[in-house]
């Protein structure tokens, strides 16, 4: 059983760039979650989806970010117009229902130049 | 507005000894605790839980102890060895006050722990 699977594994972007974050959860895992870890500090939760639906945005800044699980393929996470705050390590996550373990992937290491 | 802290960023002990990480938290409606271990460049990797409705859970090295009145947890690994050097993360999850899980993890800033041989 694959685990949760996350490309690019590192992606350099310009300022003012886009950026696209891919994840594919585990088989039979219906539930994504995003972290972003920023240097030196721990895991930030971003956002919460379910297939076709966005269940927790409390943590994703209100500008620039978007994240989507459409029925068919990977959750994507969009970052519009980078800075270079947006430097960071992303992870995904996904559990096979709400509130209990969740896996996490490799990460995706954003370096915004 | 950190809810759960773990307030000593490294640990460093020898092979053989326990090792013991401490958490704290303050969001009463915080009841299911993980712990992570995490190596560099690679993603969190979930170690043991425990539960509200208990004080402890073991699993082979790695014991969880929860003290709700005092809002702390701590993870104890016995013996500690070298292969444990890596980054601890403490974990919390609730419900609301309608009983929906939070479902996202709400994590500490992490602790390091180095051991010696």
């Known amino acids: 059983n694959a685990g949760v699977m996350q490309n690019p594994r590192h992606l350099v972007r310009r300022r003012g760039q886009e950026a696209r974050l891919r994840c594919s959860p585990m088989?039979?895992?219906?539930?994504v979650y995003w972290y972003r870890q920023l240097p030196e500090e721990g895991l930030k939760f971003m956002v919460y989806?379910?297939?076709?639906?966005?269940?927790?945005e409390s943590g994703m800044p209100k500008e620039r970010f978007s994240a989507e699980f459409p029925k068919e393929g990977p959750s994507i996470l969009r970052i519009q117009q980078v800075v270079r705050g947006d430097s960071a390590a992303y992870f995904c996550?996904?559990?096979?229902?709400?509130?209990?373990?969740?896996?996490f992937g490799p990460g995706t290491r954003l370096t915004v130049t | 507005d950190q809810q759960v802290k773990q307030n000593s960023p490294s640990l460093s002990v020898q092979e053989g000894r326990i090792s013991i990480l401490n958490c704290d938290y303050t969001?009463?409606?915080?009841?299911?605790f993980l712990w992570y271990k995490k190596y560099p460049a690679e993603g969190p990797t979930f170690l043991i839980s425990?539960?509200?409705?208990?004080d402890k859970n073991e699993d082979g090295r790695f014991t969880v102890f929860l003290n709700k009145s005092a809002k702390h947890l701590s993870l104890h690994i016995v013996p500690s060895q070298p292969g444990d050097s890596a980054v601890y993360f403490c974990?919390?999850?609730?419900?609301?006050?309608?009983?929906?899980?939070?479902?996202?993890?709400?994590f500490g800033q992490g602790t390091i722990l180095t051991v010696h041989p």
């Open positions: 996550a996904s559990s096979p229902e709400t509130g209990g373990k969740q896996y």
């Open positions: 088989k039979g895992h219906s539930h």
């Open positions: 989806l379910q297939k076709e639906n966005i269940i927790d």
């Open positions: 969001n009463s409606m915080f009841d299911y």
């Open positions: 425990i539960s509200s409705i208990k």
């Open positions: 974990a919390a999850s609730g419900t609301d006050a309608g009983g929906t899980s939070y479902g996202k993890l709400t």
